[in-house]
T-cell receptor, first 113, second 115 residues
Framework: AQSVTQPDIHITVSEGASLELRCNYSYGATPYLFWYVQSPGQGLQLLLKYFSGDTLVQGIKGFEAEFKRSQSSFNLRKPSVHWSDAAEYFCAVPNNAGNMLTFGGGTRLMVKP | GAVVSQHPSWVICKSGTSVKIECRSLDFQATTMFWYRQFPKQSLMLMATSNEGSKATYEQGVEKDKFLINHASLTLSTLTVTSAHPEDSSFYIC???????????FGPGTRLTVT
């Protein structure tokens, strides 16, 4: 069965600094991968997705993620963080049938002024 | 595109009463809808998966008689929490998936408080 690990529970960065959130997956084949963001008291918004092809994926709000098969990773990056980026971020992988998502435990991002 | 709404956004009810939460896909047909529960500072826990016109599939440990799910159309699924108790207080989130796709699009969530 697939699994997703987000090693960092909390991350704090200064506004304007770069950001990298880690995601490691366990999957038998080349996975589909998603990053979602959740603001407090809100649902999840899809930031970006990887299905195949180019391993560097661009998403909304200036985020990007890179799929690295050799490291089983799909880390999320942003070159310059804004205060509004403070939120909970979830990495997720669907099962083979595509009818279930396995989520990582989430990383809470805090942004210092 | 791919907007999912939930109603109500928050609800307070008394112990023993039932509460219905609606989940709608506004601009696409959702062949599959999912219901999640989220505890504070935790990840999402899948409760059940429903396909339009079929009975929902519940995850292990989720009481199907307590959490009634109906997916009557390609744009609407409902979750009814029956005989609610304070321990049912939580944040409930639905998501919707179109046919042949892997992405799930999430609603804004419903905060349920049972007093």
């Amino acid at each position: 069965a697939q699994s997703v690990t987000q090693p960092d529970i909390h991350i704090t960065v200064s506004e304007g600094a770069s950001l990298e959130l880690r995601c490691n997956y366990s999957y038998g084949a080349t996975p589909y991968l998603f990053w979602y963001v959740q603001s407090p008291g809100q649902g999840l918004q899809l930031l970006l997705k990887y299905f195949s092809g180019d391993t560097l994926v661009q998403g909304i709000k200036g985020f990007e993620a890179e799929f690295k098969r050799s490291q089983s990773s799909f880390n999320l990056r942003k070159p310059s963080v804004h205060w509004s980026d403070a939120a909970e971020y979830f990495c997720a992988v669907p099962n083979n049938a595509g009818n279930m998502l396995t989520f990582g435990g989430g990383t809470r991002l805090m942004v210092k002024p | 595109g791919a907007v999912v709404s939930q109603h109500p956004s928050w609800v307070i009810c008394k112990s023993g009463t039932s509460v219905k939460i609606e989940c709608r896909s506004l601009d696409f047909q959702a062949t599959t809808m999912f219901w999640y529960r989220q505890f504070p500072k935790q990840s999402l826990m899948l409760m059940a998966t429903s396909n339009e016109g079929s009975k929902a599939t519940y995850e292990q440990g989720v009481e199907k008689d307590k959490f009634l799910i109906n997916h009557a159309s390609l744009t609407l699924s409902t979750l009814t929490v029956t005989s609610a108790h304070p321990e049912d207080s939580s944040f409930y989130i639905c998501s919707a998936q179109g046919q042949g796709t892997y992405e799930q699009y999430f609603g804004p969530g419903t905060r349920l408080t049972v007093t």
